[in-house]
């Protein structure tokens, strides 16, 4: 062994090797930083907690991004689920809409579960579509941490065709940037997934209720989950929260989406108030023209008058 000591033991009839190692000792200083370190993170995880969105322990990545956030703050894309939490508690205040919110919540790219398990209770049913299958073992982990029992996960990609598909997962553990097709610039193992049209995922899921809200997010293949769901657009005309990675995806988003009937565009915005920073700063729907999104986390697209609220 390079860098230690054999010394072999006689020990009745049983011969013991013990291995010294040379050189490779720690300093108390290092061992003193390490346990300084490890009492921050506990602290940091203990108030991300008490103080976090999702009310329950979570599985994370210790290489990836969004476990960073949430161990140290126990939030996650806060502007995004401020403005999930308002457009649900107050559609006409959000979007000046009423909404019908029985059905489905369909979340496409649905990572570990944030947003599936803030509102999978909400609904009838949630269908948590996650195409990385290291991430869905993560995700149906934590799907049992937070007992919510209404969410059904389906490892598969969502895209416009039925067949299979190289996605590319990073090999330094950023979980949330896997994606389908060969565009990356970050060091990557290529992993075959199943890939079909969210129609037929949903469809063979069984009999549901209509779908009233869709989430997609899936690092640049947003175009074609939309192209592979428009039995769902046209039929259930649900809201559709999708990332645009570039003006040019939303754009190419937003005419699909006006081709199935959507004539209302929002980003969210949380304009601060530098003149007053204690003061609560909250999340709004700003309206945009379809024919100028630009690239943003979230964009909201409804079908104005499709789904009214229950009385």
């Not at 009839?13 to 040379?22: L, S």
């Not at 999978?120 to 269908?127: D, N």
């Amino acid at each position: 062994m390079p860098g230690a000591t054999q010394r072999r033991h006689g020990v009745g009839t049983v011969e013991v090797n013990v291995f010294v190692a040379q050189q490779r000792g720690r300093s108390l200083m290092s061992l003193a930083l390490d346990e300084a370190l490890y009492r921050l993170v506990s602290a940091l995880q203990r108030r991300s907690l008490r103080k976090g969105m999702f009310g329950t322990p979570m599985i994370v990545s210790s290489s990836d991004l969004i476990g960073h956030r949430i161990i140290s703050t126990g939030h996650f894309e806060s502007r995004e689920i401020e403005g999930f939490d308002f457009i649900l508690a107050d559609p006409r205040g959000a979007i000046g809409e009423d909404i019908d919110w029985t059905g489905s919540f369909v979340d496409v790219g649905a990572n570990i579960g944030i947003y599936s398990i803030r509102y999978g209770a909400r609904f009838e049913r949630t269908f948590a579509v996650e195409a990385n299958p290291l991430t869905f073992d993560i995700l149906k982990a934590n799907l049992s941490l937070a007992d919510v029992g209404t969410v059904t996960p389906i490892c598969s990609g969502a895209s416009d065709r039925q067949g299979t598909a190289s996605l590319q997962v990073p090999t330094a553990g950023l979980l949330g940037w896997a994606r389908l097709g060969e565009d990356i610039d970050w060091q990557a193992r290529s992993v075959t997934i199943p890939v079909a049209p969210l129609d037929d995922l949903l469809d063979a899921q069984g009999p549901r209720s209509r779908v009233s809200l869709m989430k997609i997010d899936v690092e640049g293949h947003e175009r074609q989950v939309l192209l592979g769901a428009r039995r769902i657009l046209e039929r259930d005309a649900p809201v559709v929260f999708y990332e645009a990675l570039s003006g040019a995806d939303g754009q190419a988003c937003s005419r699909i989406l006006l081709d199935a009937g959507y004539d209302g565009f929002f980003t969210l915005k949380r304009p601060l108030n530098v003149l007053a920073p204690w003061r609560a700063q909250p999340v709004r729907f700003e309206a945009v023209d379809p024919a100028r999104i630009d690239a943003a986390p979230l964009i909201c697209a409804i079908k104005r008058g499709a789904a009214k609220a229950v009385a």
